[in-house]
């Protein structure tokens, strides 16, 4: 038995350093990106419900951007606070944005898709940028370095949306470590050939993109997803690229509590249900190659059998994630995180299984 499990070790091995090396290392291990601008009209599209006090600090942060040629379409999805009085103070001071204000509508009430599929339709631009309402550009360059990636093949840029530091907050590390594993994984698989998923905080695409896949209608249902699985239907080799200048940066406030974090991460996890079955499979042989990891050396090393091999294994798989890592957390300017791994890898394992038990026999609270 002892010799099967190390036959399995061996081969859980080998899949956490096919991915790391062959996939992940193709982000990591990539040249730096060269922001060229292009003279492409722009049209920045921000959802917002219940965000006054999010909108009021990073609307004129959009506004204030570096670029000749854009817009900005707020959307306020049926707020009851004073978002919509907000946007309409927007909309006065400033005369590239444009206001789409949208009612509840008993078929697609609190559904964020609906809304802005009505700020898509809006918009006077091909070309569109999207952000959230709780997220903030890192630089007056931030549409000229996502514009920039656009060609005539690549009409969906895929960008980096993290979250701020906070001093001295173990939670905020997990926060951000999780959120660079995830883009580890899409810039890799992106440029593998195989995109699959992006974040809503920063994201770009050709409208022509939105209606050749009838926009949202395929995933209607679902409450979540505007971003992920959108990309997982409409992005393919050809037309997908990445940005990640530290100009095409995104950040936004992180939860300061794991409960709230908590109900976000089982947001996302219940989304990822509905992607299409090859990337589950991927993602699932990841997520369960590295909980394996974990537990097979353990059973090993307690019968202190083949100890030697095992502990070789153990470091060679580190060695080669924490150079990936490292590499990876250099380009997106999370240098910090580096140091914090494998402590902050092992509990986001923990905390990835006990999603995937509250997910089994709960649902995940959707858009505000």
């Not at 537990?295 to 470091?315: D, E, T």
Request: glycine share 4%; net charge positive; hydrophobic share 45%.
């Amino acid at each position: 038995m002892l010799i099967i499990i190390l036959y399995f070790f061996i081969v859980v091995v080998a899949i956490q350093l096919s991915y790391y090396l062959g996939i992940f290392g193709r982000f990591a291990f990539a040249k730096a990106q060269k922001v060229t601008p292009k003279k492409l009209s722009i049209s920045v599209i921000v959802c917002a419900k219940n965000e006054e006090e999010n909108v009021v600090d990073f609307i004129p942060l959009l506004a204030e951007q570096n670029y000749p040629d854009f817009e900005i379409v707020l959307i306020d999805d049926a707020s009851s606070d004073a978002t919509l009085d907000i946007f309409e103070g927007f909309e006065k001071k400033y005369p590239n944005v444009r206001l789409v204000k949208v009612k509840n509508n008993e078929a697609f009430w609190g559904n964020k898709k609906y809304a802005l599929t009505l700020g898509i339709k809006s918009a006077k631009n091909d070309y569109l940028l999207f952000t959230d309402a709780d997220c903030y550009p890192t630089s007056k360059e931030w549409i000229t370095a996502m514009s920039s990636q656009f060609t005539m093949q690549k009409t969906i840029v895929l960008g980096y949306g993290g979250y701020e530091k906070i001093a001295n907050s173990f939670l905020n590390k997990l926060i951000r470590f999780e959120t660079l594993l995830t883009a580890i994984q899409y810039f890799s698989w992106a440029k593998a050939g195989h995109p699959y998923m992006g974040v809503g905080r920063n994201l770009a695409y050709k409208k022509e993109e939105f209606f050749n896949v009838n926009g949202f209608i395929n995933h209607i249902q679902v409450r979540s997803g505007d971003d992920d699985l959108f990309i997982n239907e409409a992005a393919t080799a050809k037309n997908t690229t990445i940005a990640y200048t530290p100009e095409s940066f995104t950040y936004s406030k992180p939860k300061n509590k794991y409960k709230d974090w908590l109900i976000q991460k089982r947001r996302h996890v219940a989304t990822a249900n509905y992607y299409n079955t090859l990337d589950k499979v991927q993602l699932g042989l990841f997520y369960c190659s590295q909980l394996l990891f974990l537990v097979l050396p353990i059973i090993l090393l307690s019968f202190q059998f083949r100890w030697i091999l095992v502990l070789g294994l153990i470091v060679a798989r580190y060695t080669a994630v924490w150079i990936i890592v490292a590499f990876s957390a250099g380009k997106l300017k999370e240098n910090d995180l580096k140091y914090w791994f494998p402590i902050v890898e092992l509990i986001l394992i923990f905390t990835q299984i006990n999603i995937f038990i509250l997910n089994t026999f709960s649902k995940p609270v959707q858009w505000k």
